[in-house]
Structures are given as structure tokens and as C-alpha cells.
Nanobody, 119 residues
Framework: QVQLVESGGGLVQAGGSLRLSCAAS????????MGWFRQAPGKEREFVGR????????YGLDSVKGRFTISRDGDKNTVYLQMNSLKPEDTAVYYC????????????WGQGTQVTVSS
């Protein structure tokens, strides 16, 4: 299984931006479908979006469309989540995950990175 490490979280004021990174080792990300998830305190984990090996992103939350962008850099074996116009309701632990195909489960997860948006 590929190993994933997220970074880039932190504290930001509403309206600000952050870019999360998900670096992989033990595998080539271009061979995986990559997803971003988030979990706020007391809430279930949400699917933020994913990016396939073809590089086309798909967003799972209407609330992030137009504000969040998922991309990947094959040379760096890294996937990114660019978050703009952040809102307090975006506060959560953000996780990246990998799966071999659309029919397989998300078999690899990072440890998560905290994003806190202050009002």
C-alpha cells in the first residue's frame, strides 16, 4: 500500500487560503485514484473530492465548488488541495486517501492535517 502524508494545515482567518499537500511514498500516485476527505468535530467524515489518474478532479461537496481545487504533480508524487475563500464551516481535519480503482475501497489514508478557520 502506498503511504500518504498530509501537510499544510493551520489556522487562517475567514476569506483566507491554504494549500494542503499529500505526499506519497511506496507507490506512484499516477496509478491511484486520489481523494480528499474532511471530518469536523462531532460530525461524520465528508468526501471533499477526488482526482483520477487522468488528472480530472471531481468535487463531492457543493459547498466547496468554485473555492477548492484538487490537482496533482506527478514529478513530486504529490496531490494538492487548494482552498480559497475559506469559511469557519470548513474547519476540520483533512485527510487524503488512495485507491487502486473506482471499484476498490480507499485502502491508504494519511494521518490528517488540521484546518481551522476563524471568523
Amino acid at each position: 500500500q502506498v503511504q500518504l502524508v498530509e501537510s499544510g494545515g493551520g489556522l487562517v482567518q475567514a476569506g483566507g487560503s491554504l494549500r494542503l499537500s499529500c505526499a506519497a511514498s511506496g507507490g506512484t500516485l499516477s496509478n491511484y485514484d486520489m481523494g480528499w476527505f474532511r471530518q469536523a468535530p462531532g460530525k461524520e467524515r465528508e468526501f471533499v473530492g477526488r482526482i483520477s489518474w487522468s488528472g480530472a478532479p471531481i468535487y463531492g461537496l457543493d459547498s466547496v465548488k468554485g473555492r477548492f481545487t484538487i490537482s496533482r504533480d506527478g514529478d513530486k508524487n504529490t496531490v494538492y488541495l487548494q482552498m480559497n475563500s475559506l469559511k469557519p464551516e470548513d474547519t476540520a481535519v483533512y485527510y487524503c486517501a488512495a485507491r487502486r480503482s473506482l471499484r476498490s475501497g480507499w485502502g491508504s489514508w494519511g494521518q490528517g492535517t488540521q484546518v481551522t478557520v476563524s471568523s
